[in-house]
Nanobody, 123 residues
Framework: QVQLVGSGGGLVQAGGSLRLSCAAS????????MGWFRQAPGKERETVAI????????LYADSVRGRFTFSRDNARNTVYLQMNNLKPEDTAVYYC????????????????WGQGIQVTVSS
């Protein structure tokens, strides 16, 4: 049973930074395709960043590319999302998720989900 526990959200002013963490248990992250997703009020859940094991690189949504960075620490079995230059439109509940299959952009393709992490960016 894979469990994902996220942390690190909060309230920040526009232009500020936050780092989200997601600790996995029950499976090593090197065996999983991992990603970060978010859902803003009144909107559908969207993909923010996903790491492709087979390609060894991360895919980012256009809205966050250049500002957000996905990273992972295999020793800690944890993935991170460093968010810089935050904007009010980044306000959302963020989720980490994983799947045992190959890289997929669609949020519905992910099997394991952490609890939501609230990120609020004030203008």
């Amino acid at each position: 049973q894979v469990q994902l526990v996220g942390s690190g959200g909060g309230l920040v002013q526009a232009g500020g930074s936050l780092r989200l963490s997601c600790a996995a248990s029950g499976r090593t992250i090197s065996d999983l395709t991992m990603g970060w997703f978010r859902q803003a009020p009144g909107k559908e859940r969207e993909t923010v960043a996903i790491y492709g094991r087979s390609i060894g690189s991360t895919l980012y949504a256009d809205s966050v590319r250049g500002r957000f960075t996905f990273s992972r620490d295999n020793a800690r079995n944890t993935v991170y999302l460093q968010m810089n230059n935050l904007k009010p439109e980044d306000t959302a509940v963020y989720y980490c998720a994983g799947r045992t299959g190959p890289l997929r952009w669609d949020t519905n393709e992910y099997d394991y989900w952490g609890q939501g992490i609230q990120v609020t960016v004030s203008s």
